[in-house]
């Protein structure tokens, strides 16, 4: 049996080790999940963390042993399945990702990350309607991120949903309003809108941000031509 000074010891190195990772200094951060595993083999903890920092650094096969022995020594470690499920979307594996972040989100519905990870799988898979309705839940968890209007966005402009994806950008940039792909987003909706003035306005707004964006140049060259203002 593992003594409580163990425990304790291995509760320092995992909390030594994600602040590593949290600094970028993924190695070291292996090195003291690895010291807390060799301490306390049935580390669920330890596990996850060390398959997170190799996920981080492309090493999907140890990423996807360590989040195997996670979700094994703790069937109920919603996070695990969530991790687990970016190894095996990175691998092409995309309808087993689905369920280890459908699991993820069963165990733990407050997750965000499981129905934003759930819908992007989703939508490669070409199943749009079930990445909007995954978006949306990740939304009603966490409304102020940006980046998650932006996603559901683009699965709406992607199905021609044009005013859904407008008003998704419109919220996209209110958070965040220097974002390049939220504003060539909504110009490119505004433009399927037939409102051209406030198209070309967004358009102009992005090369102000990326003079170098050549999508977005060529089509304020179209709107001139068609004599916009």
């Known amino acids: 049996m593992d003594s409580d000074s163990n425990r304790q010891a291995v509760a320092d190195l995992v909390e030594r080790g994600v602040g590593l990772a949290a600094g970028g200094e993924l190695g070291k951060a292996v090195l003291e999940f690895t010291n807390a595993i060799l301490m306390v083999p049935t580390c669920a903890a330890a596990y996850f963390h060390r398959g997170c920092a190799a996920l981080c650094m492309g090493a999907l ?48 519905p407050s997750m965000a990350s499981a129905f934003e990870n759930l819908g992007t799988a989703y939508f490669r898979m070409g199943e749009s309607a079930l990445a909007i309705v995954n978006y949306s839940k990740a939304l009603r968890l966490r409304p102020d991120d940006w980046r998650l209007y932006l996603l559901r966005a683009g699965v709406q402009t992607n199905r021609e949903e044009f005013r859904f994806a407008s008003a998704d950008f419109d919220d996209a940039l209110r958070l965040n309003p220097d974002d390049v792909r939220a504003l060539y987003g909504r110009a490119y909706t505004l ?36 004599g916009v203002p």
Do not use: I, T
């Open 191 to 226: 433009y399927h809108l037939g409102q051209l003035e406030r198209s070309m306005a967004d358009f102009r707004r992005v090369l102000l941000l990326a003079p170098d964006n050549r999508d977005a140049a060529d089509a304020l060259e179209v709107l001139l031509r068609m």
């Open 61 to 108: 096969d140890d990423a996807a042993s360590d989040l195997d022995k996670a979700v094994r020594l703790d069937p109920a470690f919603a996070r695990a399945y969530d991790a687990r499920g970016l190894v095996r979307a990175a691998r092409g594996d995309l309808g087993r990702a689905a369920s280890d972040h459908a699991r993820a989100a069963e165990l733990e």
